[in-house]
Nanobody, 124 residues
């Protein structure tokens, strides 16, 4: 059974940085794509960044390009999202997701496994 456990959320001032982590277990993830999504109150869940575990290819949503970096640690089976230059509009619950596929897709409907989410709040 795949388990994804997020951690590292919190409260940060605008312009600050935060790193959220996703510890994955229950599978060998070499054939998986891992994604970070976020959902703000009253809004739909949206793609933030994705990484292909096999070769660390990445994909980003336009509004986070140059500010956020997704990475993975093979030894720890963990995916990270480093968030810099945070803005109040980045405030949301951040979710880790995984799916056994090759292409990094952006639709949350195409990811089978999900974590419970971690809150990120950016104050102005």
């Amino acid at each position: 059974q795949v388990q994804l456990v997020e951690s590292g959320g919190g409260l940060v001032q605008a312009g600050g940085s935060l790193r959220v982590s996703c510890a994955a277990s229950g599978r060998t993830f070499s054939s998986y794509v891992m994604g970070w999504f976020r959902q703000a109150p009253g809004k739909e869940r949206e793609f933030v960044a994705g990484i292909r575990w096999s070769d660390s290819s990445t994909k980003y949503e336009d509004s986070v390009k140059g500010r956020f970096t997704i990475s993975r640690d093979n030894a720890k089976n963990t995916v990270y999202l480093q968030m810099n230059s945070l803005k109040p509009e980045d405030t949301a619950v951040y979710y880790c997701a995984a799916d056994r596929r090759i292409v990094i897709v952006t639709s949350p409907k195409l990811y089978y496994y999900w974590g419970q989410g971690t809150q990120v709040t950016v104050s102005s």
